[in-house]
Nanobody
């Protein structure tokens, strides 16, 4: 497993923007570019849901709820994953987690959380109306 640290969460009004980042360290099995990474989010009492994923080829997949508003990207030079969130809505309020695995070579849909062995501690996003 590798260590993942998220930051960039906070409070914003509806319509605003936030940029989440997740830095990966301790990767001895694969270079950062070899990881498939995903952002998940969770609200109390609900299951964690996938939001956006990016594979080692740079293919990106988004959930229906965020497509067109969120953008996932990787910075291989900095070992960083980003999530640019625009046009935020109150229903985007959640704890956001990044996850990584070197074992997924390509994606055609959002991978389920059980496929990821490395997780960050989460960063809270609050969107007020």
């Amino acid at each position: 497993r590798v260590k993942l640290v998220e930051f960039g969460g906070g409070s914003v009004q509806a319509g605003g923007s936030l940029r989440l980042s997740c830095v990966l360290s301790g990767n001895t099995y694969s270079s950062f570019g070899g990881y498939c990474m995903e952002w998940f989010r969770q609200v109390p009492g609900k299951e964690r849901e996938g939001v956006a994923a990016i594979d080692r080829q740079g293919v990106t997949i988004y959930s229906n709820d965020v497509r067109g508003r969120f953008t996932i990207s990787k910075d291989n030079a900095l070992n960083a994953l980003h999530l640019q969130m625009n046009s935020l809505r109150p229903e985007d309020t959640a704890m956001y987690y990044c996850a990584a695995t070197p074992d997924i070579t390509g994606i055609a849909s959002l991978p389920r959380e059980r496929f990821f062995e490395s997780w960050g501690q989460g960063t809270q996003v609050n969107v007020s109306s």
